[in-house]
């Protein structure tokens, strides 16, 4: 879970901190990592994140594309300023007009700059975020709902969702190619989780290979079961598609 600091504001200023349940170098990637940017990088559930293009080098840039369930699409782009990994990133943002092509488009005029700051807290990260030079006030809160939202969902993505499994230092680097298992407790019939396991579309995206001899459920219906996913070459995208597996068992979809 991420700790929720004050906000500071000023006319044409906003400044916002957040507490990540992970290390820096993990919560850098996750802003200059493209494939990371796409699980995460939206203002809530309602929105996808169609598109995350990102060139991390000075002057390198980047773009955006968010889509609402109606087909509207809010692409923002810019170019980076500053770049001390795992410590300081700053870069431009600007909405594009239309944003729904496949590549850079035309932008509004308004364009405000973006600081962040990775400071290391332990094996927790606090993240500053100031984005200055807004047009107007009314601008300044929009930005600042939407950025609610996205370290919103910045915390879902490091958040402990299966058996209280936190990321560390060394997960993204260390268990690429090795065994990795999550056990989660479910308040539900053991045939029922069986059932749901064994859809395609639980298992679609699970950011590692599924060994179905390794799935085991045990318990009785009256009680809670423990379910083991065991997962070959894991990436970050275990942890959302975790979520995404206890999501569909309350909607008992399958």
Request: charged share 30%; glycine share 8%.
């Amino acid at each position: 879970m991420s700790k929720n600091n004050p906000v500071i504001k000023s006319a044409d200023k906003l400044i916002l901190s957040r507490m990540f349940d992970a290390p820096r170098e993990l919560v850098w990637q996750a802003w200059t990592d493209p494939a990371k940017l796409k699980l995460w990088f939206k203002p809530g559930d309602a929105f996808t994140t169609f598109s995350a293009k990102a060139n991390v080098c000075i002057g390198g840039k980047y773009r955006i594309q968010l889509k609402k369930p109606d087909g509207e699409f809010y692409t923002v782009v810019g170019a980076y300023r500053e770049i001390k990994a795992p410590e300081r990133l700053v870069f431009t943002w600007a909405w594009e007009k239309d944003g729904s092509g496949n590549d850079f488009g035309e932008v509004e005029a308004q364009e405000t700059l973006l600081t962040l700051e990775f400071k290391a807290r332990d094996q927790q990260t606090e993240l500053t975020l100031v984005q200055e030079q807004f047009a107007s006030t009314e601008s300044r809160d929009r930005h600042e709902q939407g950025w609610t939202g996205c370290l919103g969902q910045l915390a879902k993505f490091f958040g402990p969702c299966a058996g209280g499994v936190k990321a560390t230092a060394g997960d993204a680097k260390n268990l690429i190619g090795k065994e990795f298992v999550i056990t989660r407790e479910y308040a539900a019939p053991r045939e029922m989780v069986w059932r749901a396991s064994r859809k395609r579309n639980i298992w679609r995206n699970g950011g590692g290979r599924v060994d179905s001899r390794r799935r085991s459920a045990n318990g009785t219906r009256s009680r809670a079961i423990k379910f083991t996913w065991s997962c070959v070459r894991p990436t970050a995208r275990i942890f959302p598609w975790a979520e995404n597996f206890t999501k569909s068992l309350r909607r008992k979809n399958w």
